[in-house]
């Protein structure tokens, strides 16, 4: 009996402690550090071009492909540009190819608008990352700082980031969110240059009122001539 009760005793201070680790985190303390981290790394970005492959598919079969510019204009904002568009979809002749044209360029439109939506949580300002810190669940697990918040870009929306501890950088951030009225879930993966660099490697975009999904890659990073 009193080895069953020290057991237990032992197990609630675990969870006291625990639970006291959580609630000392500093939210303050927390997001101007991963602000600061996230300008410090910003400013290196800004010294690169690079490409987003994006792969999307409609019914779980490829139906388009678009490569998209990325750059940093002179006053520090990111910039995008389409530059290829290739679809698998065979083009009709007459009347019925120029309404295949109009939905496709519908379709295109649609596409650029979610991606685009994804970039507002990959590019955070400083005020919307303070404000979404102080509201989240902020905890440590598996070695990483998790915190997760809902009306962040989007009212009802969710998101969650996991930060490094050691560089307060990124290394990963989920959403739900809304494009319209269609549900828009993403998983945002990063990575780092050997110097140190923090960049998006990947983006995966689900749209299930659109039977649509996209599979976008960020590739060809170069350091811009000016």
Same mark, same amino acid.
Not at 147 to 167: M, N, Q, W
Not at 208 to 220: C, H, L, R, W
């Given at each position: ?6 057991k ?16 000392q985190?500093?939210?303050d ?13 910003n400013q290196?970005l800004?010294?690169?071009?690079? @490409? ?6 409609? #019914?779980?079969?490829? @139906?388009?492909?678009?490569?998209t510019?990325f ?10 540009? =389409?530059i290829d568009?290739? /679809? ?7 009347v019925?190819g120029?309404m295949?044209?109009n939905?496709?360029?519908? @379709?295109? #439109?649609? =596409? ?11 590019f955070?300002?400083?005020g919307?990352?303070l404000?979404?810190?102080s509201?989240?669940?902020v ?11 809902y009306d962040?870009?989007?009212?009802? #929306?969710?998101?969650?980031i996991?930060?490094?501890p050691? /560089?307060?950088?990124?290394?990963? @951030?989920e ?10 879930d993403?998983?945002?993966?990063y ?12 983006t995966?975009?689900?749209?299930? !009122? ?14 811009? !001539?000016?």
């Amino acid at each position: 009996m009193t080895t069953m009760k020290t057991k237990i005793c032992t197990v609630l201070l675990s969870l006291i402690v625990l639970s006291s680790a959580y609630a000392q985190i500093d939210k303050d303390a927390l997001s101007l550090s991963i602000s600061k981290a996230e300008e410090a790394n910003n400013q290196k970005l800004k010294q690169y071009t690079w @490409k987003r492959n994006s792969d999307v598919f409609i #019914d779980s079969q490829l @139906k388009l492909t678009t490569l998209t510019l990325f750059s940093f204009s002179t006053d520090g904002k990111l910039e995008t540009k =389409i530059i290829d568009a290739e /679809t698998t979809v065979k083009k009709k002749p007459g009347v019925r190819g120029a309404m295949q044209k109009n939905a496709a360029e519908d @379709k295109l #439109d649609y =596409i650029e608008k979610a991606l685009a939506l994804s970039l507002k949580y990959a590019f955070m300002s400083k005020g919307e990352l303070l404000d979404f810190i102080s509201k989240a669940k902020v905890t440590e697990k598996n070695g990483l700082i998790e915190a997760i918040g809902y009306d962040v870009v989007v009212k009802g #929306d969710r998101l969650l980031i996991l930060v490094d501890p050691k /560089t307060y950088l990124y290394t990963y @951030k989920e959403f739900s969110s809304l494009l319209g009225a269609d549900k828009v879930d993403g998983k945002l993966n990063y990575e780092k240059f050997s110097n140190g660099t923090n960049h998006g490697s990947t983006t995966m975009l689900n749209m299930p !009122v659109q039977k649509m999904a996209i599979e976008a890659k960020n590739i060809d990073y170069s350091i811009r !001539v000016n």
